[in-house]
């Protein structure tokens, strides 16, 4: 695991038990060489943890909409059908 990697995921780790989630929300760009990652890294990230990871990916051009739309409502972009 690389540096940059491993303080990412302590940082998640740390958020994580402040929150208590019961659940990890990842938005992330698709396609195989994005999304990818981001769906094994997680089911990872579930088995070790006990944490549930639910990935959710987004074409490029409706991704800054979705992370915006998270923020202002305060919960995930429903997945798209």
Do not use: K, N, Q, W
């Amino acid at each position: 695991m690389s540096p940059v990697t491993a303080r990412l995921v302590t940082i998640v780790i740390l958020a994580l038990s402040l929150t208590r989630a019961e659940a990890l929300e990842v938005l992330t760009r698709d396609g195989g060489p994005i999304a990818g990652p981001a769906i094994a890294h997680g089911a990872e990230f579930a088995r070790e943890t006990g944490v549930a990871v639910h990935v959710t990916p987004r074409p490029f051009d409706a991704l800054y909409g979705a992370v915006m739309m998270g923020f202002v409502t305060g919960s995930p972009p429903p997945p798209m059908c």
